[in-house]
Every structure is written in structure tokens, then in C-alpha cells.
């Protein structure tokens, strides 16, 4: 028999998801736990809500979720996404942040799964994002091309590699570029030349191949030894010598 007080079922409104979960959790005052939970009796759309997050919530119980580590990032990113979420706000949920969550809960859960439902789904596509973000980043880690030139890299013919270091370094004392790695391994390279004042660095890809042009101060001040090496675009590469010749500057 269903409370008199209550619609008949062709009329009946529904209760709103938060009432289902505190009524889940014991949280409503007897009279109006037992007209919820007669409404729910005689509304197949709230008993399918009150099955589905009573089942939700005994599943993540045997999960065992509060053993489950959130990375530190992970979980402030989920922090700032709820916290600017209107809709998880103190006087209709209760919860703040992921903090309050792990402190308490099961006695916040049913009801962020429900009234907060669409703060859950944000949350969740941050979390999408933060470690999508990650794998990318570790994928290109793992899978970076060392055959691949860099953004300053220029891409030359052997036969222009002279003319080129020349026009650069005409009315530029020095030019330095690519990443410490590369420079040091031009560094590195120079150690064992005549003269070991490195004046160029350029990442380049010669002739379809990945390789550094490096200009050293050659026997005159207007003289410049340029070499193309392969080998120090792999960090602790060792530098090998395919092509030298020596320029003039026009600046003497």
C-alpha cells in the first residue's frame, strides 16, 4: 500500500538523485526516508536509479577504490576541475575536492555519483586529459626519431654546406644553435682539431640525413674550418667527420 499522500504513478514527479542516494545512506529523517522510499516503490524510473547507484556503490566497495593510489597531479588536476564546478557545492553535496572524497567516502560517494553526475563526467575527461597528455609526452619520449631534425635545423646539399656556413657567419661573429647535447658534442668534437674555438653549430639535415654543421676558427681570423658530422644528435653521440672544407669570410 502506497502512502495516500503521495501521486499516483502516472503523476508522479520524480525524486531528485540526491534524495536517492541520502536515502541509500540512511541520511533522510524517518518520515521522509519512508515516502521516498514508498515513491520508489511505485516509480519504476527512481527504482531504476535507486538499483543502479546502489549496485554502483556495492561494486566500488569490493573494488576496494579507497586503497586505489591517485597520482598527486592526477588528483589536483580532478581538485580544480571540481572546485570549479558550481554544481558540487556545499549545500546541495557537501563536497569540495577529492580530498573530501578520500576522507569520507562512503559518505560522499552515491551522492557525487548522482547529483554531481556531470561534474563525475568533467572530472573523468580531465583525467582523459592529464593522462593522455602523459602518454604522448613518454610516446614521443620513447619513440623520438634521432634521424628527425629539430625546429632550428636547416636541410642542405653537401655541395652547399661551404656557401651556407660563409653567408651565416659573415656578419655574425658566432652562431650557436641546437640543444646543450649538440653543442657539447661539437665542443667535444673540436677538442680534437687544430684550433678548438668553435664559432658554428647548426643542426641540418645533409642530403636527406641528420647531422650537425660545425665551423671552427681556422689558421686565419677570416678563416673557417666547416665540418659536417653525424652522431651528435644522439645525446653522449660520438661525433664522425663526412665532409670538411674551409671558408673565407668577407669580413676580414
Known amino acids: 500500500?502506497?502512502?495516500?499522500?503521495?501521486?499516483?504513478?502516472?503523476?508522479?514527479?520524480?525524486?531528485?538523485?540526491?534524495?536517492?542516494?541520502?536515502?541509500?545512506?540512511?541520511?533522510?529523517?524517518?518520515?521522509?526516508?519512508?515516502?521516498?522510499?514508498?515513491?520508489?516503490?511505485?516509480?519504476?524510473?527512481?527504482?531504476?536509479?535507486?538499483?543502479?547507484?546502489?549496485?554502483?556503490?556495492?561494486d566500488l566497495a569490493e573494488e576496494g577504490r579507497s586503497d586505489i593510489p591517485i597520482p598527486p597531479d592526477v588528483a589536483e588536476h580532478l581538485d580544480a576541475v571540481i572546485v570549479s564546478e558550481s554544481v558540487l557545492r556545499a549545500s546541495t553535496v557537501g563536497v569540495h575536492s577529492l580530498a573530501q572524497i578520500r576522507e569520507e567516502p562512503r559518505r560522499h560517494l552515491p551522492k557525487l555519483l548522482g547529483a554531481a553526475a556531470g561534474v563525475v563526467l568533467i572530472a573523468a575527461l580531465g583525467v582523459g586529459v592529464v593522462f593522455a597528455t602523459k602518454d604522448q609526452a613518454n610516446d614521443g619520449a620513447a619513440s623520438a626519431d634521432h634521424n628527425t631534425p629539430p625546429a632550428d635545423a636547416v636541410a642542405v646539399n653537401t655541395q652547399d654546406i661551404g656557401s651556407s656556413a660563409k653567408r651565416w657567419l659573415d656578419n655574425t661573429p658566432k652562431i650557436l644553435h641546437g640543444s646543450s647535447d649538440e653543442q657539447s658534442?661539437?665542443?667535444?668534437?673540436?677538442?680534437?682539431?687544430?684550433?678548438?674555438?668553435?664559432?658554428?653549430?647548426?643542426?641540418?639535415?645533409?642530403?636527406?640525413?641528420?647531422?650537425?654543421?660545425?665551423?671552427?676558427?681556422?689558421?686565419?681570423?677570416?678563416?673557417?674550418?666547416?665540418?659536417?658530422v653525424t652522431g651528435c644528435s644522439v645525446p653522449g653521440g660520438v661525433p664522425t667527420s663526412f665532409f670538411e672544407t674551409t671558408v673565407t669570410l668577407r669580413n676580414r
Not at 673540436?190 to 678548438?196: I, T, Y
Open 1 to 58: 500500500m502506497t502512502d495516500p499522500g503521495l501521486p499516483t504513478s502516472e503523476h508522479l514527479e520524480h525524486l531528485d538523485t540526491d534524495t536517492i542516494a541520502d536515502l541509500i545512506e540512511n541520511l533522510l529523517p524517518a518520515p521522509e526516508a519512508h515516502r521516498a522510499r514508498e515513491h520508489v516503490k511505485a516509480c519504476p524510473d527512481c527504482q531504476q536509479t535507486y538499483d543502479a547507484l546502489l549496485q554502483l556503490t556495492a
Open 185 to 228: 658534442c661539437a665542443r667535444s668534437f673540436a677538442a680534437g682539431q687544430a684550433n678548438s674555438d668553435v664559432r658554428l653549430v647548426q643542426p641540418a639535415k645533409i642530403d636527406g640525413k641528420r647531422s650537425t654543421i660545425i665551423g671552427l676558427q681556422g689558421a686565419k681570423p677570416y678563416e673557417i674550418q666547416v665540418f659536417a
